[in-house]
């Protein structure tokens, strides 16, 4: 039996294909193209982190730290009052917005000064139970020249360092956000361009469980909207401590993710 918990992120079914959720151990990186599906991931488990462990939760809040868009606040609170009922127990003595600390970073610099000086304090006075950080990939890209790729090897070690210590110590779930380039590869002997996770070796090396969301060309009916449809998208396993290299499908839907 695995000795760490596991965050429901608020779909059975996706629960299910990684045994209970995303892992409290390390990093867990959800990468994908933009529209893929992460952002949505991340806000549900800012959500579910909130539940009692009876409900695949960690009874605890979030930091929900910025890079490049402001916080989906709307979002958040159309995924809330859209999330399964079966929770809705869990839900009443709760008051989810105010477990939901968010930090808005612009550059390299910031970032470490949030993970070594302010989150410290905040996990100190707070009961927080999940960091998400969406995204990585942003703030990595565009803060260093292009031939500076021994700092910018550094601060990801300076970061990812950061982020694994914090989940050591206060016992969360960390989360990260990251993007995708496309890389020649080779696939039923044909060479095609695959999406491949940003930010190279030095950062994969610090993440623990990569995981990697794709938009297929398939479409399905929307539950919600019959007259409507949705891309089903996959969410794939990369590597992982624990879990076979395997996908599944999900959609999208005003509601949420769903298998
Ligand atoms: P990213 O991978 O860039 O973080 P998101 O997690 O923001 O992507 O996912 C965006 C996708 O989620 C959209 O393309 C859309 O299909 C779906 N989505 C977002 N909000 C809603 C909503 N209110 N109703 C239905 N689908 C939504």
């Not at 579910?48 to 709307?74: K, M």
């Not at 105010?98 to 993970?115: A, R, W, Y």
């Not at 039923?188 to 491949?196: K, L, R």
Request: charged share 20%; with cysteine; aromatic share 6%.
């Amino acid at each position: 039996k695995e000795k760490w918990q596991r965050l429901s992120v608020g779909c059975s079914k996706l629960d299910r294909f990684l045994r209970g959720g995303v892992g409290v151990q390390g990093i867990t990186e959800i990468a994908g193209e933009s529209g893929s599906g992460k952002t949505q991931l991340c806000l549900q488990m800012a959500l579910t982190v909130q539940y009692p462990v009876t409900y695949g939760g960690l009874s605890g809040g979030a930091v929900y730290i910025c890079t490049e868009d402001a916080f989906p606040s709307r979002r958040l609170q159309e995924l809330f009052c859209c999330f399964p009922p079966t929770f809705s127990e869990a839900q009443t003595n709760m008051n989810f917005g105010d477990s939901i600390f968010i930090e808005h970073i612009g550059d390299v610099e910031s970032l470490k000064q949030c993970l070594l000086v302010r989150l410290p304090q905040l996990l100190t006075q707070r009961k927080v139970k999940l960091v998400v950080v969406d995204s990585i990939a942003g703030l990595f890209r565009s803060d260093y020249d292009p031939g500076d790729a021994v700092n910018r090897a550094k601060d990801l070690q300076v970061v990812g360092g950061q982020l694994h210590k914090l989940a050591e110590q206060f016992h969360l779930a960390v989360i990260c956000v990251n993007q995708v380039t496309n890389v020649a590869g080779k696939k039923n002997n044909e060479t095609q361009q695959q999406p491949v996770a940003a930010l190279g070796l030095a950062w994969a090396n610090m993440v623990t469980t990569r995981l990697q969301l794709c938009r297929t060309a398939h479409t399905v009916p929307d539950p919600h909207q019959p007259d409507h449809t949705v891309c089903v998208r996959t969410l794939q396993v990369v590597f992982a401590p624990n879990l076979p290299s395997d996908s599944c499908h999900f959609i999208v839907t005003k509601a949420g993710v769903f298998g």
